[in-house]
Nanobody, 124 residues
Framework: QVHLVESGGGLVQPGGSLRLSCAAS????????MGWYRQTPGKQRELVAE???????NYADSVKGRFTISRDSAKNTVFLEMNSLKPEDTAVYYC??????????????????WGQGTQVTVSS
């Protein structure tokens, strides 16, 4: 299995900044993508930002110019720098891993893993 440990969530005033971190551990053969999603009650989970094959970066239109995603490949860690935060950014943020792992009896399989979520609240 792949275990994701998230950190960095909290309460911040509008216009403030937060930095989220997510470290992946386990028998990881390759990483297809790591990224961040967010979800509010009654809403679908939506993509915030992702890095595909450690090269291609996608951002949601709502966060472009404010959020920056980056990776430390050696540590299997992904970061999300969030600047100029707005109340509408309030959500539970989930780290996502998509890659290949080795499973006993199954060989190499694709695996999709989610972190437990970290609360980000933007309020005055």
């Amino acid at each position: 299995q792949v275990h994701l440990v998230e950190s960095g969530g909290g309460l911040v005033q509008p216009g403030g900044s937060l930095r989220l971190s997510c470290a992946a551990s386990g028998v990881i053969l390759s990483i297809n993508a790591m990224g961040w999603y967010r979800q509010t009650p009654g809403k679908q989970r939506e993509l915030v930002a992702e890095i595909i094959r450690d090269a291609i970066i996608n951002y949601a239109d709502s966060v472009k110019g404010r959020f920056t995603i980056s990776r430390d490949s050696a540590k299997n860690t992904v970061f999300l720098e969030m600047n100029s935060l707005k109340p509408e950014d309030t959500a539970v943020y989930y780290c996502n891993f998509r890659g290949s792992v080795r499973k006993p009896g199954l060989g190499i399989v694709d695996f999709d893993s989610w972190g437990q979520g970290t609360q980000v609240t933007v309020s005055s």
